[in-house]
């Protein structure tokens, strides 16, 4: 060691990535050729001391000087040990700050003239020891976050009292960058060095509070996954062992497999597949997870090709209808008819068909009966009381449960695609504030669009083209006029008495025999007995009610059987011991009154279950004019007795009546049935002869039934209903029914054993009417002015009724 004044010249030992402080003791590995001369030289000639330098860049093998920082540490070599490989190890304590002043190279060793810089002097005041307090403190936190750090260092400087020592020590433990090491080095002030460690350690822990916030989430996260994939490892080893489960292959991959063979459109793949990838990157206990399986489950067990044979015989079909159903020659002609262009053209865009009827005339089992005949499944959707338009289109995936529409829940229970969908009683869907299922339907029964039907739950196309829709409706008022547009409506009359005696005879004795464990050998039930059921103890359009009671008979038999102690013969079921198994008749058949009666007239409406006969009543008294209407009249009916008292008011001379009744007389129409509401036209002509019979005090006849909407002109109007008001006519008993002309035409489809049980009058005026229904003619009244002042005159005695 050369000394020139203050200062001093050493050999220097440039360092990379490394900064050695004083009183730091520290093991070096050297390797370059010049260093290891500057450490031989710095043991031979400079009595163990070198100057140690840390490299402005560590990537340099021989830095010159001004490759290195100026200020380094002097250091004394504690140990020298020269390593097989040539290399040494030494270990080094630093010793003092120094700062190079001047750089000599020999080309063999690099020296450096260089001077001590002095820290302050150690003076025990106040600052100096509140500086060593929060120095250690601010130290220990950092030690408690920093896991790089062993917590004995701790207790290595708690022994330290010298504060610029203390500092230098905390200092070479600290994870920092090169420059900021190197940065307090160059620091000589003791406080300044302090000050700066604290605000250096203070900005680390805030950093190691953040990661040690993450860590602990990140490994709360890692320990609840490996917990729950631990535990679900063990419930498949343990289902393993019981044989509930065997050695699968993995679930992701038979999932990706089925997508791929299943058959789905190209738009139905991709944002399967795009969910896929999304549910493989999910944990498979969350929430979010079961969504999305669920999601593709249901896409996937769609059937997207998978389709039924369609059976084209039409032979077979019709045998099939027949079989099943009795009568409807119409329908199944026109079901025939659809059928066969179905097998002309493969694939048939026409109107879905919407059997419309009266309950228990065998819509829902004639749907049945077109899937058995076709080969197809048989889907039945109940449309009664849905007031929801999600039911028909699914509901969103962003709401909590949501799954696909009742039609895409159908297809895909059916696993074929080209099933037979019954919308049993579309008239009964109701709207609300949850949407209007019926505009919902509009998409499904549109062949020009059913070809891409996009459910809310599946956000992809579904082809609903080969799927046969088929309606059922008691009634066409209900249903909306853009949704009656795209059906072609079949109309399901009422049956005959004769042929629900044969639908008795083929189908429902059998049916109930079978239902009721019954051998033919058992029980006979007459024909007379199941036509007195007909008459007496159904009043229907259909056959349910006559079901019921065959059913009541057998279920009797049978516990009549069961209950006796000797055994019983066939028992025998005819018209005079109906009511030992039926009770009381409810109904009468035949007139509603055999006597003729004045102001009685029967007439013909048209229910929602088939046809009944009306009854209409027509009181006059002495009075003011007064008219009084009961009986649970509709607007439409009230404004029918009004027009019928006008036309008979503008026939009063050739009926022979009082021109002024209308002054002197009270009027009282009544419809008996009181409880059920009425209305509509066609009772016109039945109110206007109750009318005349009252005024002209002539009965009408009891045998005959009316219908027909009349004018003010007296024209009777053609009406609806016709077939279901003639066959409520034959069943009550009447013998002649006025029908309006412009009706004549309806007659051929009319079956014949109804047109020959009754005589049918068209009619074109209502003086016709009059003609045929009133027991007598009317005698015209030639003398109005004097009979009218007369009967005005007699008129005035109150109450005093017109005799009968």
């Not at 490394?18 to 009183?23: A, E, I, Q, R, S």
């Not at 053609?718 to 035409?745: F, H, Q, S, T």
């Amino acid at each position: 060691m050369v000394k020139k004044s203050n200062k001093e010249i050493m050999p220097v030992l440039p360092l990379r990535d490394v900064v050695v402080y004083p009183n730091m003791v520290i093991p070096l590995f050297v390797g370059r050729q010049k260093s290891i001369r500057s450490l031989e030289n710095a043991m031979n000639e400079n009595n163990k001391t070198i100057l140690l330098l840390t490299q402005i860049s560590a990537d340099i093998d021989d830095p010159v000087d001004s490759e290195l920082y100026e200020i380094g540490c002097s250091a004394t070599i504690l140990q020298l040990l020269k390593l097989p490989d040539g290399t040494m190890k030494v270990l080094v304590e630093g010793v003092s700050r120094q700062k190079v002043s001047k750089f000599t190279d020999t080309n063999e060793i690099l020296y450096a003239e260089c001077e001590t810089l002095s820290s302050n002097k150690q003076t025990e005041n106040l600052q100096d020891d509140a500086l060593g307090r929060a120095l250690e403190d601010t130290f220990n936190n950092y030690v408690k976050l920093n896991k790089k750090i062993p917590p004995e260092v701790m207790s290595s400087i708690a022994g330290i009292e010298n504060l610029s020592k203390l500092a230098d020590s905390i200092a070479a433990h600290m994870t920092m960058r090169l420059e900021e090491k190197q940065k307090v080095l160059e620091l000589s002030v003791t406080k300044e060095r302090v000050e700066y460690l604290i605000k250096s350690m203070e900005s680390e822990l805030d950093v190691l509070h953040v990661e040690k916030k993450i860590r602990g989430r990140v490994k709360q996260q890692m320990e609840k996954s490996q917990r729950e994939y631990y535990l679900n490892e063990q419930m498949k080893a343990i289902q393993k062992e019981l044989g509930e489960i065997g050695d699968e292959p993995n679930d992701l991959d038979a999932l990706q497999k089925k997508i791929e063979t299943v058959g789905l459109s190209e738009e139905a793949k991709e944002k399967v597949m795009s969910e896929f990838n999304k549910f493989k990157m999910m944990s498979p206990m969350s929430a979010e997870a079961t969504v999305v399986r669920t999601y593709i489950d249901t896409v996937i067990a769609l059937p997207w090709k998978q389709k039924t044979i369609v059976n084209s015989d039409l032979i077979h079909a019709g045998q099939v209808l027949d079989n099943d159903h009795h009568g409807l020659e119409k329908v199944k002609e026109r079901i025939l008819e659809y059928l066969a262009v179905t097998k002309r053209v493969q694939k048939l865009k026409g109107p879905i068909l919407c059997l419309v009827g009266p309950p228990g005339v065998g819509k829902t089992s004639l749907g049945m009966s077109i899937a058995k005949s076709t080969n197809r499944k048989f889907i039945k959707m109940s449309l009664g009381g849905v007031r929801d338009e999600a039911e028909i289109r699914g509901h969103r995936r962003t709401y909590i449960g949501s799954m696909p529409g009742k039609v895409i829940q159908n297809i895909s229970k059916a696993k074929q695609n080209n099933p037979l969908f019954l919308l049993d009683e579309i008239d009964k869907m109701a709207m609300d504030f949850r949407g209007d299922p019926s505009s919902a339907l509009l998409e499904v029964l549109d062949p020009e669009q059913n070809f891409a039907f996009n459910d809310h739950y599946l956000e992809v196309d579904f082809d609903l083209s080969d799927v046969m829709f088929i309606a059922t409706a008691n009634s066409m008022d209900s249903i909306p006029l853009p949704l009656l547009d795209r059906m072609e409506i079949i109309r399901l009359p009422g049956y005959t008495e004769e042929e629900k005696v044969n639908i008795a005879k083929k189908y429902l004795l059998s049916k109930q025999f079978q239902q009721n464990g019954l051998k033919k050998k058992e029980l006979l039930i007459s024909s007379s007995a199941v036509k007195d059921i007909i008459r007496y103890y159904t009043r229907e359009a259909g056959v349910r009610g006559l079901d019921r009671a065959i059913s009541k008979i057998c279920r009797k038999v049978v516990k009549n059987i069961l209950s006796s102690t000797k055994k019983l013969g066939q028992v025998k079921v005819n018209a005079l011991n109906l009511n030992d198994y039926l009770g009381v008749k409810p109904y009468n058949y035949g007139m509603v009154d055999k006597k003729d009666m004045v102001g009685q007239v029967n007439g013909l409406a048209w229910t929602s279950v088939g046809g009944e006969l009306l009854r209409i009543e027509c009181a006059l008294m002495a009075g003011k004019g007064k008219i009084t209407q009961t009986g649970c009249l509709g607007e439409v009916m009230q404004e029918s007795i009004t027009a019928a008292i006008t036309v008979v008011r503008s026939r009063a001379a050739s009926l022979g009546i009082d021109h002024l009744f209308h002054e002197n007389k009270d009027l009282h129409i009544h419809v008996p049935d009181g409880a059920t509401p009425k209305d509509g036209p066609s009772a016109g002509i039945t109110m206007a002869l109750a009318v005349a019979s009252s005024l002209t005090n002539i009965p009408v006849r009891a045998d005959v039934a009316m219908t027909g909407e009349i004018t003010l002109r007296g024209e009777v109007q053609e009406i609806g209903g016709l077939k279901e008001k003639l066959l409520a006519a034959l069943r009550g008993g009447i013998k002649e029914v006025i029908i309006p002309i412009d009706n004549a035409k309806d007659l051929v489809e009319i079956p014949d054993n109804v047109k020959k049980g009754l005589k049918i009058h068209p009619v074109r005026f209502v003086d016709e009417v009059f003609a045929i229904a009133l027991k007598t003619k009317p005698v015209k009244n030639k003398a109005v002015k004097k009979v009218s002042s007369e009967s005005s005159k007699k008129a005035k005695t109150p109450g005093k009724p017109l005799p009968h």
